[in-house]
């Protein structure tokens, strides 16, 4: 294990969240000195077995004053805060919001770090910033490619800003800037109970409530590529410490499966007898989001280690444990 962490003054926003609890809990892992900050209604739970060795401080990241009293002595920014996208119901219906919501924050946040100094800094982006024309398994040169899915335009479009921007203040001010365009992430922790929760958790939760039968959006036969918690979480570190040249890396698994077997693979790891039925008013999304990392392997070393089958296993495990 790289010791490039150890002994670091790193703030992680979005810190207290799904992704986020998991990266904090690796760079505890690796020596860092983490700063995490979370409003005053953030439940902090999954921060539990790392908290005596953390710094908890409340703040909301739209406040610039109380961003740059934060932001001093910090060397490394982890920017995990976003809003919360969701699945393409919940999305369809918050184009405008999930747009500033995870532009206002981020402004302030990457601004503030530029002018205390900050060694890097990380963007978090997303694989939504991919269009329909881009190729099969889709290659970090076509992140700008025509315009974002329109099921997910609000928070593509975002995500692509954000991009922009890193790379503007890296040619403007010389700041140190790495991308990571992430994968759907899914596994212990994930958003099992909300509305916007994603096509896994979603799939889950409405299994062992006893949905049948299991309504499906789409044809089913849209493919996903998805990335395990833990792998997510190492992915951005890596990119981090190794890649900060404000060009993208994608960081995905090379697992790809379609919507329809995805639902089938659930209710089979399930234990129930579901029959599933395909809801073909509603739109099915990107056609195929499949994860090219063969250039996240050649900068960073970076490839996923969690099998689907084994990383659904353990995410119902995890949902039966805290449902």
Partial sequence: MSDFYEGKKVLVTGGAGFIGSHVVEMLVERGARITVPVRSTTKTNFLDSVRDRISLVEADLRDRPRVDEIMK?????????????GGIAHSMKHHGSLFRDNMQPFLQVLDSAREAGVERFLVVSSACVYSRD?????????GFL?????????????????????????????????????YNGYGPRDDFFAEYSHVIPGLIKRIF?????????GTGTQTRSFVYATDFARGVLDVCEKYAVADPLNIGSDEEISIADLARLLIELSGKNVEVKF?????????????????????????????????????????????
């Fill in 73 to 85: 002595g910090q060397e490394i920014v982890f920017n995990l805060a976003a809003a919360k996208g």
């Fill in 209 to 217: 409530e006893g949905e049948n039968p299991l309504v499906v959006w």
């Fill in 134 to 142: 881009a190729s099969n398994h889709a290659l970090e040169s076509e």
């Fill in 146 to 182: 025509g315009t974002p899915e329109a099921a997910n335009a609000g928070y593509g479009w975002s995500k692509r800003m954000e991009e922009y921007m890193g790379q503007a203040y890296a040619e403007e001010f010389g700041m140190k800037i790495a991308i990571a365009r992430t």
């Fill in 279 to 323: 809801d073909t008013s509603k739109p099915d999304g990107p056609l195929r989001r499949s994860a090219d990392t063969t250039k996240a392997f050649e900068k960073t070393g970076f490839r996923s280690q969690m099998p689907l089958r084994e990383g659904l296993k353990k995410s119902i495990e995890w949902y039966q444990a805290h449902k």
